[in-house]
């Protein structure tokens, strides 16, 4: 049975997924690679191996480049949250990534700045069809946060129905945490539409060794002076509850 690789770059993130594979009859079995716990077993019937990958783009290659040599896998999903770059993509929405690019990648003037040197691309795209099965799992998941979330988190992040978007996800080695580089990302790349730190790096990888690929975050802050505040309480009450609603929704499917 073709295996499923579910990544994350937070503990907090994977920690629903890890208790239901511990829980389902072909209980979880962990390897130690490379410093990160792999977690192979079944999720709803499907071979799925977990990993918490770490945080920025090394560490994400690293583990994207183990689950294909040591694991075997045949897709990769990785959730997690994001700041929120478009006009529109508020904290508390999801966003699927069609394509993704490395905003602090600059060989230039070798290169264009973005461009992967010797790539011929700034733009990795996700895999359609996954993205197009994630993107219908969210949009059932999430139709009532508070299934997904309880009434209390629902509250606390003054969350309403989450919107889900699509396009340009941006990846670098930094948390965006002011409304300069924010608005200067904006600027420079004025189709994306969430910040993140691993994604750029998977889609690399998996552009190596043609595999299909797909990426959702929920939007945890907006990127700007703010964002840290409430960060690690979103992740832990919002988007690894999002995260997992959608993951179920897409396995269990037949
Ligand atoms: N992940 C969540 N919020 C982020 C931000 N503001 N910058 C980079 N990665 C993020």
């Keep these: 049975m073709p295996r499923i690789a579910l990544i994350s770059a937070m503990q907090q993130e994977l920690s629903l997924v890890l208790q239901h594979m511990q829980h389902s009859p072909a209980s ?5 690679v490379g410093g990160r ?3 192979t077993g079944q999720l709803f019937g499907r071979d799925v191996v977990a990993v918490l990958c770490g945080i920025g783009k090394v560490s994400a290659a690293t583990t ?3 689950l294909v040599e040591r694991f075997a896998v045949q897709s990769l999903l990785f959730t997690g949250a994001a700041g929120g770059l478009g006009e529109g993509v508020a904290v508390g929405d999801v966003v699927i990534a069609s394509a993704l690019l490395q905003h602090d990648m600059d060989a230039s003037p070798l ?6 040197p010797l790539y011929g691309r700034a733009q990795f795209c996700t895999n359609a069809a996954l993205s197009d099965a994630l993107a219908q799992a969210a949009r059932s998941a999430l139709a009532a946060p508070a299934a997904a979330l309880g009434d209390n988190a629902v509250a606390e992040f003054a969350l309403h129905r989450p919107q889900l978007h699509r396009g340009l996800v941006i990846s670098g080695d930094r948390f965006v945490s002011t409304k300069l580089e924010s608005d200067t990302l904006r600027q420079l790349l004025p189709q994306a539409l969430a910040v993140e730190m691993e994604g750029a790096a998977v889609a690399q990888v998996c552009h190596d060794f043609g595999l299909p690929f797909a990426v959702m975050r929920t939007i945890s802050d907006r990127a700007d002076d703010t964002a840290h505040v409430n960060f ?5 009450r919002v988007a690894s509850r999002y995260s997992w609603a959608v993951l179920r929704a897409l396995l269990a499917r037949a």
Excluded: G
């Design 28 to 32: 979880a079995a962990c390897q130690c």
């Design 37 to 39: 716990n792999f977690w």
């Design 64 to 66: 994207a480049t183990l």
């Design 111 to 116: 290169f264009p700045r973005f461009e992967a």
């Design 232 to 236: 690690m309480r979103f992740i832990d």
